[in-house]
């Protein structure tokens, strides 16, 4: 099910991206505002690992260093019919994880130090499951297209807001084509980041599902994704909303209208969910 509705936003996105496109710039412009995004995200979906990494100074680990952790992710991996992902640990006592790089060839899952400070074996090894999972899923990917489309869509609603600014497209003479400019300048961008929010969601619960499934222990990963967000409330986490969307829950725990847009779903949901599953 949330395979189909991943396609059905990345459908709508592009059907977004067509018709703005074509109510401002015609072809060209979809195609000029296409090309801008896919170099912009380039570079993300690319260079994601070193990037992010860096960014929360993550250490690569080896299996002589971490014996029990390189372990358990080697057994979930082969059970996922993976290749062995690198492993860094991220100093900080905020527990989350997260997984990244373009494919399952050059895949790095990352942990903090808090996570393994406060999960029992079950419980990390249903938040590594999740993780593979997202890897498996081929997830960023699936967000760098979306990040490309959306992106798409916001450049020509910036367009469009100076068109508006210097009265092109007033020509109309009841002024419909201004009026028309302004609302794509408002709400194309706020469309477009719903939906991308939308795709994102969908494979959050995905990777959840995958997690139960390689893992075997779906009761593990529900009682991991408690004790992350009572942490994560208690220790918050400097993170960069970025890259919220690549953690297992959502870093960014501030009350705030930004976190209307959350990347992830609702913690209860995907509990109540993983404990409809049944252990195998």
């Known amino acids: 099910m949330n395979t189909v509705k991943t396609g059905i936003l990345l459908g709508a996105l592009t059907g977004l991206l067509l018709l703005i496109g074509g109510y401002f710039g015609g072809q060209q412009g979809i195609v000029i505002a296409f090309i801008f995004a ?45 290749p062995m ?4 640990i991220v100093p900080g006592d905020t527990p989350n ?28 090894e249903g938040v590594l499951a999740h993780e593979l999972t997202h890897i498996k899923n081929k997830d960023m990917l699936i ?11 916001m450049m020509l609603a910036s367009m469009a807001k100076w068109a508006a600014i210097f009265g092109v497209g007033g020509d109309d003479e009841d002024g419909g084509g201004i009026v028309g400019l302004i609302l794509m300048a408002i709400l194309a961008p706020i469309a477009a980041m719903l939906i991308q929010m939308g795709i994102s969601r969908s494979r959050e619960y995905m990777a959840d599902e995958g997690g139960a499934r390689i893992s075997g222990k779906p009761y593990g990963l529900a009682s991991a994704l408690e004790k992350l967000s009572s942490a994560s409330k208690a220790v918050p986490m400097k993170a960069s909303p970025a890259t919220a969307h690549l953690f297992t829950v959502n870093p960014l725990t501030a009350k705030s209208f930004a976190n209307l847009f959350s990347t992830h779903p609702p913690i209860e949901k995907r509990i109540e969910r993983l404990r409809g599953i049944k252990p195998h």
Do not use: Q
Request: no cysteine; proline share 2%.
């Open 85 to 88: 992902p690198r492993i860094y």
């Open 97 to 124: 994880a997260f997984a990244t790089g373009r494919n399952e060839r050059h895949a790095v899952i990352a942990v903090t130090e808090g996570i393994l400070r406060i999960l029992n074996r079950e419980e990390l």
């Open 143 to 153: 967000g760098s297209i979306a990040a490309t489309l959306a992106g798409a869509v």
């Open 38 to 82: 896919m170099i912009m995200n380039f570079g993300s979906y690319w260079f994601s690992d070193k990037i992010v990494l860096s960014m929360y100074r993550a250490r690569e680990v080896s299996e002589r260093e971490a014996p029990e952790l390189y372990m358990i992710v080697k057994n979930l991996a082969l059970r996922a019919d993976l």
